[in-house]
């Protein structure tokens, strides 16, 4: 038996039982749909905030006294019909205050049952949306908590609808839950126990013919109906995904005439969703014209019965329409019960894809133990380090060499060669899988995130740009910085005056990812954005090797600057770019091949001469 079939307690699916792998699929979104409402309960039932519970119980109150009220009605009704017919089918208390007073009674009593719904719903709506905040909060915190490969596999898109459809139906399942389901039984067996006690059983069982029947035609009917929708969703998702896709790379999109084909791609998703939601809005009309032939059936058959008992002369009139006033009260929330039923259903597919989400482990997380980061002098030591993406493609094998405090290291090498993937383990994005990193002599593993965070700087190739003001940006490098230490950062950085230049200054708003400004632009902003952090050590990623080389050269001199005193890892294409370093460190597939001063290596056949010798001979030609 396969291994997931077993964890799970579900039957095996094999070649002799075709509807089998229907089973287990069925068992499974079962099990997630009580796992789905097991995890949305604690919201309704906190141990930590009694007012919580303090609303849910008075919420309670106002619920049953509604319902109370509601079935107590329909006899009033009747009341008032044996009085203006002159018969003593009533209490002679009701009758004695005539007509008119047990119709202003019905009336009052209508208001009152609606008013105590609404009191419900005014009392609980704390409830709810505490608990949609709550959990739309942990599940943004938990994807930031997850690894970068998560991050890289998933499309941004797709995930942002799984979350917004999965917050939406927090409120909706919590509140529905709560006050339909339950209520709805207690309604319908108080009204049976009524037509059993005062008619006869005969009612009782016709009621509950007619109650097992649309509930079983229902729920079967939106079994089948929720398929329908989760298609529905992947399609709409896909849909998103291709269209959030396209307009992040607008560019590329307008550089190979691509408008037609993106048109094409996503108009291709949507015709998948279109096909959907015509089944959907088709199988709703098949749900609602059965839920409305039952439920009629059920109740001519009822009004039939009773006016045989009013022509027999053992019901009154007024029976004759408080049957009819009940059988129609329990018609609304049965219809209504498809529709809970359905969103329900929904809720729980939407937020089971949610809760999968939030099931998704962190590939790097603190020791329970973990300390703060001390930076004392900013040394950075790798030892023997390994890692590997993929277990059978090793990317580092084995890396050994010191940063020393306020010192610089370069990393060069081609592509491939392991550069990137050291700063991601510095920064840990990823844990090593053999060696170590250590800062200070403390292991990357044994202190906290935050800390480490703090502790370094970054400059990446690509300075992505919230589609924020400038200063916004700049100030995201320190929470809390004021004006002027936005403004010296980016004095630091060499972009005050051209932010001054601009109409709206500091105010000035860069666009998505920043496109608003140019590469070397950019740049700056990123730069005044690490000076205002401020951090001891500091890591350029390939920082200028996407801009001209007037705009380089400008930018390695604020980049020089801001490296002094503190402790710097550069990555680097272009070797011009680190000739100053106090070691070169050469990779080649993620080992080592040589290290050593600029001066060393080119002295030295190698490696670094030839790599240097080609990016010369490359400049020559282009001058």
Do not use: C
């Not at 089998?20 to 995890?39: D, F, M, Q, Y």
């Not at 079967?220 to 709409?236: A, F």
């Not at 952090?533 to 600057?561: C, F, H, V, Y």
């Not at 005193?565 to 990555?571: A, E, L, N």
Request: net charge negative; aromatic share 8%.
């Amino acid at each position: 038996m396969p291994a997931d079939t077993q964890a799970a307690g579900l039957p095996e699916a094999n070649q002799t039982n075709p509807d089998a792998p229907l089973r287990v699929l069925e068992a499974r979104e079962r099990r997630s749909g009580w796992r789905t409402i097991r995890k949305v309960a604690p919201y309704l039932w906190p141990e930590d905030k009694p007012w919580v519970k303090q609303r849910v119980v008075l919420a309670l109150g106002f619920l049953l006294l509604a319902k109370l009220i509601g079935v107590g009605t329909p006899f009033l009704y009747k009341a008032a019909v044996d009085a203006l017919t002159g018969e003593a089918g009533s209490p002679a208390f009701l009758l004695a205050i005539g007509a008119i007073g047990i119709t202003v009674a019905y009336g009052i009593g209508r208001a009152a049952n609606v008013g105590f719904q609404q009191l419900r719903d005014a009392v609980f709506a704390r409830v709810g949306q505490r608990a949609l905040r709550q959990l739309a909060l942990e599940t943004f915190q938990h994807i930031h908590a997850l690894s970068l490969r998560y991050h890289i596999t998933r499309r941004t898109g797709g995930l942002s609808r799984i979350i917004e459809r999965g917050v939406k139906g927090v409120d909706f399942l919590l509140r529905f839950l709560l006050f339909s389901v339950g209520p709805l039984i207690l309604e319908l067996a108080l009204t049976g126990i009524i037509l059993a006690v005062l008619f006869d059983i005969s009612y009782l069982l016709v009621l509950a013919a007619t109650i097992a029947i649309y509930i079983g035609f229902t729920f079967k009917v939106t079994e089948w109906r929720v398929k329908i929708r989760k298609q529905m969703n992947d399609q709409d998702t896909d849909a998103n995904q291709k269209a959030v896709d396209s307009l992040l790379n607008f560019e590329t999109v307008k550089y190979f005439g691509a408008e037609a084909r993106e048109a094409q791609r996503y108009d291709g998703a949507m015709e998948g969703y279109e096909t959907a939601a015509i089944k959907t809005s088709l199988s709703l009309a098949f749900l609602n014209f059965g839920q409305s032939l039952i439920i009629t059936t059920g109740l001519v058959i009822v009004m039939v019965m009773a006016a045989l008992g009013v022509q027999a002369g053992e019901l009154t009139t007024g029976d004759f329409v408080m049957v009819n006033a009940y059988m129609i009260q329990i018609t609304m929330p049965l219809n209504f019960l498809g529709t809970v039923y359905r969103e329900i259903r929904q809720a729980l597919v939407d937020m089971g894809e949610m809760f999968d989400l939030l099931e998704q482990p962190q590939e790097v997380s603190d020791k329970p133990d973990a300390k703060p980061l001390d930076v004392t002098g900013g040394e950075v030591v790798f030892e023997n380090v390994r890692f590997a993406y993929d277990p059978n493609r090793k990317i580092l094998k084995g890396l050994d060499f010191t940063l020393k405090p306020g010192q610089t290291v370069a990393l060069v090498g081609p592509s491939g060669s392991g550069k990137s993937t050291i700063g991601r383990l510095l920064f840990r994005f990823y844990d090593v899988t053999g060696g170590a990193i250590r800062i200070d002599g403390q292991d990357l593993r044994d202190v906290t995130q935050v800390s480490l965070h703090d502790s370094i700087g970054v400059v990446p190739q690509d300075t992505v740009l919230f589609n924020d003001t400038i200063r916004y940006n700049i100030g995201y490098g320190r929470a809390g910085a004021t004006q002027d230490e936005i403004v010296a950062a980016a004095k630091a950085a060499r972009i005050h005056h051209f932010i001054e230049a601009l109409p709206d200054g500091y105010d000035t708003t860069v666009g998505e990812r920043g496109l608003k400004l140019s590469g070397g632009e950019k740049q700056r902003v990123g730069i005044a954005r690490t000076l205002l952090k401020d951090p001891p050590i500091l890591l350029l990623d390939e920082a200028t090797s996407a801009l001209d080389s007037e705009t380089e050269r400008d930018i390695q001199n604020e980049l020089k600057m801001m490296g002094q005193g503190r402790s710097v890892i550069t990555i680097a294409h272009r070797l011009s770019t680190v000739v100053e370093a106090d070691q070169i460190i050469v990779l080649e597939a993620g080992e080592i091949v040589e290290r050593g001063t600029h001066d060393e290596l080119v002295a030295r056949p190698g490696r670094y001469a030839a790599m240097w010798a080609r990016q010369m001979a490359g400049e020559e030609d282009a001058a």
